[in-house]
């Protein structure tokens, strides 16, 4: 096992692993704008994009924005998103690995928190949560979306 930063080369990788994020999701702009993008999250220092790797295939990976702040001391906050591990290789600690690794990162980066929000309200998905250290008790979550 290995865990590490994505690279640019493995935009791929990721894409075909987010097919286990989500049973559907919104369609992709097209192949240059998500290059693109990709391109521009590299250059954004504060944004990580980790993965484990098991003989190089990529099987589980999240994000983390490392988020500029002016309280707590000037010290930055973390977010991690899109969890995921791919169905063949869950339920093997890769998942636990990735989360670690982000908030190892975040703790480097000296975020005084980091955050994590989830739709998912199965049981065996929050305790995976709560084992990794976030605390469902902490904070009241309240998400706005853009009206339809």
Known sequence: MEIRELTRGELDDLLGLYRHLHTSDDPRPPRVEVESLWNAIHKNHDL???????QG???????????????RGCRPYGVIENVVTHAEFRRQGYGMAVLRHALAWAWRKNCYKVMLLTGRT????????KKAGFDPEAKQAFLAKPPA
């Open 48 to 54: 990580r994009y980790f993965g484990v790797f098991v």
């Open 57 to 71: 295939r990529l099987v589980s990976s999240c994000t983390l924005a490392v988020v500029p702040n002016l309280t």
């Open 122 to 129: 199965d049981k065996g998905t929050l305790a995976f949560y």
